[in-house]
């Protein structure tokens, strides 16, 4: 798959329609520095947004994925090619949803475990308080980590209008939430609403 070949394509799909990056990035719910990463073959859409990115511009997933209009005569090949990049895509972010889960759980039993060691083991007193804030740094930081690959992967799914959203990594940090399911505002419908995460479309 070459991505600087589907950048360039996505930015002339773009400006035949007739948008900015940044109206384009308003449609979809995300930021023009997407956008931007896109069309420099840096990223590519997320799986959760690229009907709806193809839909905008007026082209098939076909014809995204292969950085060109697909003729009839290359249809047959490109579909089982879709296919094959679907399901490696599909193993792609249930392999990030692992790891994300992975290092939340180790995280938590070394904090709580931590806490439990110094609670017991350590006299009560300024150096306790220490060992406890050092031991929240250390073990909090890779929360942020596992929190970056769950925004990476999936969407966030409207509770009042069923559109998937795809906040930034800030918009999903400041949200409230409760496990995956984050307090978020649907570019679509304007209201706030408790999204729960999906990896896959319907």
Known sequence: MDQLKIGRFIAKRRKAVGLTQFELAEK??????AV???ERGKAMPDVAIMQELCGIL?????????GEVVTMDNENKNEQLLLDMAKELQQKNKTIW??????????????LGGLFIIRFCMPEGPWMLVAILALCVVFLIPCFYA???EVSVGAYKCKKCGHEIVPTYTQALNAMHA??????????????SW????IDKD
């Open 147 to 149: 929190l970056k690959l």
């Open 58 to 66: 007026k082209i098939t997933v076909n014809d995204l994925l292969c």
């Open 98 to 111: 692992r790891t994300m889960w992975v290092i939340m759980t180790v995280c938590m039993v070394g904090l």
């Open 179 to 192: 496990g995956t399911t984050r307090y978020l505002k649907c570019p679509k419908c304007g209201k706030r």
């Open 195 to 198: 999204c729960k995460k999906v």
């Open 28 to 33: 979809l719910g995300i930021t023009d520095k």
């Open 36 to 38: 931007s990463k896109w």
